[in-house]
Structures are given as structure tokens and as C-alpha cells.
């Protein structure tokens, strides 16, 4: 069974880069076919898929959000980072790392992330 843990910090200013890690366990990152995603969710919104890193590596963003984003991975350390630049308050949010498959999904608990000076 998957389990995922995001990471980081929980007060970011506005204009500097949010970076938060996704650490997985019980599954490797590189298993062929697996994509790994990120997805947030605002106050009093719903969910927003922010974007994706495949097990080969490759990367797909939303459109509103691929200027100012970036997922990496660290296949020692079964990790995908994340990295969201030039933020403001509108960035403020829940975000969750998940693993979303057509018969399987698990999440992580998410991790609020409040962008204010």
C-alpha cells in the first residue's frame, strides 16, 4: 500500500518560491506507468490539480500554473519535489502529493501553506 507525506514550510512571503516535498513509501516513484501528482486545494474552493511527474521522469503541468512551477524527483530518496515561484496570497492553500490511477488513488494528508508578509 502506497503512503505519501508532504513536507516544508507553512509560511512562505509573497514573491518567494514555496517548496514542499512528497516523500513516498510501501511503492517506488520509478514504477513504470505510476505518475505522481500535486494538487491543492484554497480556502472555500475545490481541488486544483497543479501538475505531475511520470515514472520516466517527464513532467506535466496545468496551464494557469506552469510559468511558476517545477516538479523534480530524487529517486534515492523515493521523493518528488515541488516548487512554486513568485507567490502571493492567492497561492495560500492545502496542498496534497497523491498518486491518482485509474483503479487506485491515495493521498497524502496535506500540508497548509499560508503565503502572507
Known amino acids: 500500500q502506497v503512503q505519501l507525506q508532504e513536507s516544508g514550510p507553512g509560511l512562505v512571503k509573497p514573491s518567494q518560491t514555496l517548496s514542499l516535498t512528497c516523500t513516498v513509501s510501501?511503492?517506488?516513484?520509478?514504477?513504470?506507468?505510476?505518475?505522481w501528482s500535486w494538487i491543492r486545494q484554497p480556502p472555500g474552493k475545490g481541488l486544483e490539480w497543479i501538475g505531475y511527474i511520470a515514472y520516466s521522469g517527464s513532467t506535466y503541468y496545468s496551464p494557469s500554473l506552469k510559468s511558476r512551477t517545477s516538479i523534480s524527483r530524487d529517486t534515492s530518496k523515493n521523493q518528488f519535489p515541488l516548487q512554486l515561484r513568485s507567490v502571493t496570497p492567492e497561492d495560500t492553500a492545502v496542498y496534497y502529493c497523491?498518486?491518482?490511477?485509474?483503479?487506485?488513488?491515495?493521498w497524502g494528508q496535506g500540508t497548509q501553506v499560508t503565503v502572507s508578509s
Open positions: 497523491a498518486i491518482l490511477l485509474p483503479a487506485y488513488d491515495a
Open positions: 510501501g511503492g517506488s516513484i520509478t514504477t513504470i506507468h505510476y505518475t
